[in-house]
């Protein structure tokens, strides 16, 4: 696998990983989450980094939109998220959160041992 695209889903791992450690372990509360701005931005940095790493995979080697699911909506979420702040929907982090990052992760974490 070409250097620059491992480096890119070392990235996506690390961004994911560092999701995960904004909850120490703890449950994911929707109604704590809303209430932290400071979480809310530090969760949106992170699915800003996965949405440009993600991108610059893809403009690499385009047979990686069959390897990540939903690839081209993690770069339109990276794309709304810079350009279009003031329309983010708590709900719609959120749902992306608890929904998708996960199994992200795996899909991520799979393409990393298979190098």
Do not use: C
Not at 62 to 68: A, C, D, G, T, V
């Amino acid at each position: 696998m070409d250097e620059r695209i491992l480096k890119w889903l070392f990235d996506i791992n690390t961004a994911i990983e560092e999701v995960d450690s904004f909850f120490d372990n703890k449950q994911k509360i929707f109604s704590e989450h809303k209430k932290n701005n400071m979480l809310k931005r530090a969760i949106e940095r992170e699915l800003e980094i996965i949405g440009e790493a993600v991108n610059r995979i893809i403009k690499q080697d385009e047979s990686f939109l069959l390897k990540i699911d939903d690839a081209k909506n993690i770069i339109g979420l990276r794309n709304q998220i810079i350009h279009s702040y003031d329309n983010i929907s708590d709900e719609n982090i959120w749902a992306i959160l608890i929904n998708h990052l996960p199994r992200l992760k795996t899909q991520i974490q799979a393409l990393l041992t298979e190098k």
